[in-house]
């Protein structure tokens, strides 16, 4: 991937972020609240931990038989994708507390989600978050020519089915980072020196990310192993398991927000400039779903309102919702687009819909 020489226009539209940013600071200096997390997000942390690591508490103890404890695999997994959007996504944005030392270990979280802080800030914070759905810079789109997320990707014959196999691909992505994915991208990322607050410690980081993951699969599975009255295969199907539901969870957030029918996937032109601002750059590329879905806002961390999160990426998921309405009120103002699906299943079918598009031979899509 080539990650230089992309810059957005400074002159297009350029009134709309300078406006949307006075009014959403008006919003909360007239309320008197801070951008960041509150006592809803504190005691949601708590709910979404208990979820993730008591099932793995009740497995240790042995007290349960296999097909329980399967299901209790089951339940921290979507755990483990309740943390990673609540909890380790604030944080690592900084937006989890005005308290540095705080965010640092909320983000830390990563770590027993199979995850490297370090990978995760690069492809999130820097290459996603800026480069939103522009093929070759943005990672989040790379699939390795597996499934074909935008029409500037390669076509290949396999992609013809992709709309029904895609979805068994999607609950990999977790198993993805623990066995292989965050020892290439570091590999990558060290090579091209990206940093995200400070230069780069190669060394430092190559040692976390081998004694965490020495940690993570002690944990995950070599205690169990040692504790469980079950052969060590059933051990690893429950980890496989636990994987799978949790990377299923997260890759259909992160597909409704990007890869729908909506969106777009701009290409910069040929001296590598790009149409719009940044912040209408998201308005096109990023969708919300299911808006007044409470239950879904709480259990996403928000991610439902990811054109809120793209452009305000420092302010605390909690806040969404009510900014969500000066946003697309300004949005509208300006004449730009503000994509939004009304309920969860609208934005699935959309998506499926899209993959099927994207599926057939460019000649005939």
């Not at 483990?80 to 705080?102: A, E, K, L, Y």
């Amino acid at each position: 991937m080539n990650y230089s020489n992309i810059r957005f226009s400074k002159t297009n539209n350029a009134e709309f972020f300078r406006t949307l940013n006075s009014r959403v600071n008006e919003y909360f200096q007239q309320n008197n609240i801070t951008k960041y997390g509150n006592w809803k997000l504190y005691l949601k942390s708590v709910v979404v931990f208990a979820i993730f690591l008591t099932p793995y508490f009740l497995i240790i103890s042995n007290m349960f038989n296999e097909w329980m404890m399967l299901l209790l695999t089951i339940v921290t997994g979507a755990g483990m994708s309740f943390v990673g959007m609540c909890v380790m996504h604030d944080g690592n944005h900084g937006s989890f507390s005005r308290r540095r030392w705080i965010n640092n270990l909320m983000g830390s979280s990563i770590y027993i989600l199979a995850g490297n802080v370090y990978n995760w800030k690069v492809q999130h914070n820097v290459l996603h978050h800026t480069y939103t759905n522009v093929a070759g810079h943005d990672e989040d789109m790379n699939t390795d020519g597996l499934i074909r997320l935008h029409k500037h990707d390669e076509w290949k014959s396999i992609h013809k089915f992709q709309h029904y196999y895609s979805v068994f691909l999607y609950g990999l992505l977790t198993l993805n980072w623990a066995i292989r994915k965050d020892y290439r991208q570091m590999r990558e990322y060290i090579s091209r020196g990206f940093a995200f607050d400070k230069k780069i410690n190669p060394t430092k980081e190559w040692t976390i990310l081998i004694a965490t993951k020495a940690l993570y699969m002690m944990v995950w599975i070599v205690l169990p192993i040692l504790l469980l009255d079950i052969a060590w295969w059933k051990v690893l199907i429950g980890f496989a398991v636990m994987h799978y539901t949790a990377g299923l969870i997260l890759s259909m957030v992160f597909q409704l927000a990007h890869i729908v029918e909506d969106t777009d996937t701009p290409l910069p032109d040929e001296t590598g400039n790009m149409e719009n601002t940044w912040a209408i750059h998201q308005l096109f590329t990023t969708a919300n779903f299911a808006p007044k879905n409470k239950l879904v806002s709480w259990f996403v961390g928000g991610l439902n309102y990811q054109i809120e999160h793209h452009i305000f990426p420092h302010i605390s998921h909690i806040h969404y919702p009510n900014i969500s309405k000066i946003v697309k009120e300004t949005a509208m103002e300006f004449g730009l687009p503000y994509n939004e699906y009304r309920s969860t299943r609208q934005a699935i079918v959309s998506h499926f819909r899209m993959l099927r598009q994207l599926g057939r031979p460019p000649a005939f899509a």
